[in-house]
């Protein structure tokens, strides 16, 4: 019995070291996904950008030309206008898009200045009214840190703009000497009880977007904190600057 007794307890320790070492692998395939992520976005915003955008431009210089070889033909100048308009708004939504995937300000200037830029831009697309606070920072924060930081402001005003039935929100960035905390505070409907509890034991229905957060957080040594009631939901992320 005694025998069977160590049997078991030896094969109940090699099953959680097992389960330690597979957890750690996961983590470790998910930062790597979350990485190639970012550099395949920065990419594909970086192509957009100068190729892309670079053809578009060149097509909006033909299409000036043609308009000065037409002014004594208006039929033809009104259909030609109207091209040109459809360029000129194919060019912004391309700078547009290329911006939304990795914002040129986050590698330029940092988090800061990056974070004003997308919330100003999201508050004219969604209609929703956004009070934001952000501290100026004392100097830039590692690169790891501010892409982390920029992807939950996205995730979670994107979560706002879909499922929160907010008019209203409240952002607020500080910036201490021993961490950055960045907290998204809507106004609306609130996350039901079940789905909360879902979200805190980060199940398999939790979502992509969140566990993502999670994911880049726990990198980091950060944490994720979610609160909701009837009055709203805050998201607030903190990532400790050792």
């Known amino acids: 019995m005694w025998i069977l007794?160590?049997?078991?307890?030896?094969?109940?320790?090699?099953l959680e070291t097992?389960?330690?070492?597979?957890?750690a692998e996961l983590q470790r395939l998910s930062q790597r996904l979350l990485k190639v992520q970012d550099e395949e976005r920065r990419k594909i915003a970086r192509d957009l950008h100068d190729s892309t955008g670079q053809t578009l431009a060149a097509l909006r210089i033909s299409i000036s030309s043609l308009e000065a070889n037409f002014r004594e033909d208006p039929a033809t100048l009104a259909l030609v206008a109207d091209v040109a308009q459809l360029v000129d708004q194919a060019i912004e939504e391309i700078r547009t898009m290329s911006y939304l995937l990795h914002p040129p300000l986050l590698d330029e200037v940092g988090f800061a200045c990056a974070a004003e830029w997308y919330i100003d831009g999201f508050a004219k697309r969604s209609g929703i009214n956004i009070k934001a606070d952000i501290a100026n920072s004392c100097g830039r924060l590692p690169k790891k840190v501010e892409i982390a930081l920029f992807r939950v402001l996205q995730e979670s005003l994107t979560n706002v703009h879909r499922h929160s039935g907010a008019s209203e929100a409240n952002i607020r960035f500080q910036h201490e000497a021993e961490a950055v905390t960045l907290e998204i505070r809507d106004f609306g409907k609130g996350i039901p009880e079940e789905r909360l509890r879902l979200l805190h034991g980060l199940s398999a229905e939790t979502g992509v977007g969140l566990a993502g957060m999670h994911e880049r957080l726990h990198e980091l040594n950060g944490r994720l904190e979610i609160e909701s009631d009837g009055c709203g939901t805050s998201m607030r992320a903190t990532v400790p600057l050792h």
Do not use: F
Not at 5 to 14: I, L, M, R, T, V
């Open 5 to 14: 007794s160590k049997q078991w307890s030896q094969a109940h320790s090699e």
């Open 18 to 23: 097992l389960i330690l070492e597979r957890t």
